[in-house]
């Protein structure tokens, strides 16, 4: 009986984060002090970035851009939008910014920095033959500049996700017409992670070594049939599922090995959260009360906060609560019920 283990989850409450006039927002990002950046639009319908704090609610950062990832300092990376071209920012402080310039191309766009201030995305670079303008990943910090990630043998390359060690992870061509989830390592440079499948994409990796993305496993339709997907140093490649659904992607992971992303069938598409202990779940299920539809999450921090989108094109704020799982509390009643009946017959009667 005392060896019983009362198992518990977690459950969520939503939030709706509005927007700033124009009806829609998504958000994108969230740090461990529950700052969220994403994007959204004016009365005007014109594209602005914005943050989210929870006291003060959502503010603008600057017209024409997007904001994608904001870290422990506040700093915060994403890309403005300037007529025809696009160019990597990072706010370097609330109503202070830089550009980040290219790797001699017209664009770039940063999708993700570390607590470092170290930023990765990808930029437009010119070829002397055909084709003559490529993408290349980067990795930027303030003392080298843009450093060119290279590919594993194909034109382009893609950086989405690193960690405090500076570890980079996103996508590769590899020469073939295919494209491959990658790991670049300062020393080691960039490596093909041999994740199963005909294509694959690495989207994110937390302070240990997880990474996640997702797979295509179908050659015949190498675009279309995914699975998302978690690769340890130690643990390897573990399939994480699209619960019946066609297609699945894994965008986020914290540190404590939470994975975050969405699902797909032909009826619908929903967010999952993962965990080792609950495996794949539709996040929809574990909210609690009526709420609209969450159709895409993109980032989790280190407390299991989530952010994404709903249906309505609203960005929304998934807070945990912790709660035992059905039949705990009966569990726990019924143990404690039985100890009272033990100690009652253990307990010497009363004489006289």
């Known amino acids: 009986m005392f060896a019983a283990t009362v198992h518990a989850s977690w459950s969520y409450t939503f939030q709706d984060l509005g927007h700033l006039g124009g009806g829609s927002s998504q958000a994108f990002g969230i740090n461990d002090n529950q700052q969220v950046v994403g994007k959204t639009k004016d009365g005007n319908l014109a594209l602005q ?92 910090s303030e ?40 790991l670049w390592q300062e020393g080691s440079g960039m490596q093909d992670l041999n994740i199963p499948g005909v294509n694959s994409v690495a989207r994110d990796i937390n302070n240990l070594g997880q990474i996640v993305g997702n797979y295509f496993y179908d050659e015949e339709n190498p675009q279309y049939y995914a699975k998302a997907f978690i690769w340890s140093p130690t643990g390897g490649f573990v399939d994480l599922g699209n619960l019946g659904g066609y297609y699945s992607q894994a965008n986020a992971i914290n540190d404590q090995g939470v994975v975050v992303g969405h699902f797909a069938s032909n009826q619908y598409q929903h967010a999952f959260v993962w965990t080792q202990e609950g495996g794949t779940q539709d996040l929809n299920d574990l909210v609690a009360g009526s ?34 799982l059905p039949g705990s509390s009966l569990l726990f009643g019924s143990g404690l019920l039985g100890w009272l009946a033990y100690w009652r017959l253990k307990r010497p009667r009363n004489q006289g």
């Open 49 to 140: 970035s914005f943050l989210w704090i929870q006291d003060k609610g959502m503010s603008c950062l600057l017209n024409d851009s997007v904001a994608r990832k904001v870290n422990s300092s506040g700093q915060i990376v994403g890309e403005l939008y300037a007529g025809d071209h696009y160019e990597a920012l990072l706010w370097t402080s609330l109503g202070s910014s830089q550009l980040l310039g290219t790797l001699g191309g017209q664009n770039s766009l940063a999708y993700a920095l570390n607590n470092q201030g170290r930023v990765v995305g990808y930029s437009d670079v010119l070829a002397d033959v055909a084709p003559y303008i490529r993408q290349h990943a980067f990795l930027w």
């Open 291 to 324: 709420h609209d539809t969450i159709v895409d999450v993109f980032d989790i921090n280190n407390t299991g906060e989530i952010v994404g989108v709903t249906a309505a094109g609203r960005a929304c704020l998934l807070s945990p609560t912790h709660t035992p």
């Open 143 to 182: 003392t080298v500049g843009m450093l060119d990630l290279g590919t594993l043998g194909g034109y382009n390359s893609y950086a989405y996700g690193l960690n405090n060690q500076t570890q980079v992870v996103g996508r590769s061509d590899i020469g073939s017409g295919f494209y491959h989830a990658f």
